[in-house]
C-alpha cells in the first residue's frame, strides 16, 4: 500500500484545470503540443485513481497494475480530445479509463479469454436484453438485439458462440451423489486411432500455413498459439513484435484465413478438422 500512497501524494502536486484552460490546452492539442497531452493527462491522473478505487473491494487486481491501464485510456482520450466536443474531459476520458480497466481486470480474471471486440459486444447485449425485456415484457430476438447494437446476425452469433459458463468437475450429477461430471469425461489418453487421424490433421494444417507469407505464418501461428504457449499473443502484442498495429494484424488474420479456405477441397475437410 506504501507505493499507492506515495503515487496518490505525488499526483497531488499537479493542478486541477478549469473549463476555460481546459479549451485553451484541447486547442495546442490539435495543433500537435505533446506538452498540452502530458498537462492535460497529468491534471487528470486523480480521476484514474477515484475509478480504480471504485474496483478494488469488488476485483482481486493489484490497484497499481489497474491505475496504469487506467492511465492508458487516459493517455488516449487526451490526445483525441477537442474543444469543439462542448463537453469537460473528465466527462470524455470515464469512459475510456473505464474501458482499458475492464478490459484488464477481464483478461486477469476470466478463465477463458474472449476477444475484445466479442467481449464489448456481450457486455453492451447483457445490458440490452435486460432493458429489452423491461421494457416490451418479452425477450428480443436476435434481428433485434443485432439491430440495437448496430451489427450484423452473423456478428451477434459469433459473439454469442463465445459465451460460456464454467462448472467444477467435482460437481455431482447423479441423484446419490456417486458420479461427478468428471467421471463422465472419457480418457482419450490411449486412443491410437484417434490421435493418428489428430496428427494427420495437424500435419495438413501444417502444409497449408507454410503456403503463406513470412507475416502471414507468423501471425496464424501466434493467433491460434501454434507453439503452445500459456498465453497466447494479443493483436497488439503481435503487432508490437511484427512494428505494425493491431489493425495490420487483424487484416493480415483476414486474409490468411480466407487463403486457407480457399485451399481446402470441401470434400476433403474431414482430413483438417480430425
Known sequence: MKMYEMYVSQIQKYPLLDADKEKEIAAKISSGDRNA???????????????????????????????QEGNLGLMAAAEKYSSSFNTRFSTYAYPWILQYMLRFIHNKTALIAI??????????LSTMQNEYTQVTGREASNAELARSLGITEAELKEAIDCQY????LDC????DGSATIGDLIPD??????????IEIA???IKQLVSELSEKERCVISGRYNFEGKLHAPTLREL?????????????TEIKALKKIRNA????????YTA
Open 165 to 168: 459458463t464454467c462448472t467444477s
Open 37 to 67: 497531452v502530458n498537462r492535460l493527462v497529468n491534471s487528470n491522473l486523480r480521476l484514474v485513481v477515484s475509478i480504480a478505487n471504485k474496483f478494488r473491494k469488488t476485483y482481486k487486481v493489484s490497484v497499481m497494475d489497474l491505475i
Open 239 to 251: 503487432g508490437s513484435s511484427l512494428g505494425v498495429s493491431a489493425e495490420t494484424i487483424r487484416q
Open 188 to 197: 482419450l489418453t490411449y486412443a491410437p486411432e484417434r490421435n493418428f487421424f
Open 115 to 124: 476477444p475484445q471486440r466479442k467481449e464489448e459486444v456481450l457486455r453492451r
Open 202 to 204: 495437424k500435419n495438413n
Open 172 to 175: 455431482e450429477c447423479s441423484d
Open 264 to 271: 481446402v477441397d470441401p470434400q476433403k475437410l474431414d482430413l
